[in-house]
């Protein structure tokens, strides 16, 4: 059995999260762990929301979502500004707007990625 969580339109739905736009950042893994790039990229005061993105442990990447409600551009120059301060090798960077997928994994919990 089932229970309803939220019910409104797809925009109201999306206002639920901690942002208006997202920036998914690949980085290669170094000698630096993946927790201390999280840690550095909250220090962005446009950024609400750091979070790790589940990947295989067979790559030698991983994968970190950022939301903010400013222009993803003023991100994403940030973003890769400290990351190559801090010796990380971007590999991917990824610009979009939080979706009903997003909403349903806040609404129900990370544990179902």
Do not use: C
């Amino acid at each position: 059995h089932g229970r309803m969580l939220a019910l409104d339109t797809p925009a109201k739905l999306t206002e639920l999260l901690p942002g208006s736009s997202s920036v998914t950042l690949t980085i290669g893994r170094n000698e630096s762990a993946v927790e201390k790039a999280q840690d550095v990229l909250a220090t962005i005061p446009v950024v609400r929301r750091v979070e790790p993105i589940e990947g295989t442990a067979e790559t030698a990447e991983e994968t970190i979502r950022l939301y903010s409600d400013s222009a993803a551009p003023q991100v994403v120059k940030a973003a890769l500004d400290m990351l190559a301060d801090g010796g990380w090798e971007v590999r991917d960077v990824t610009i979009g707007k939080p979706g009903l997928e997003d909403v349903f994994i806040e609404l129900t919990g990370r544990d179902l990625r």
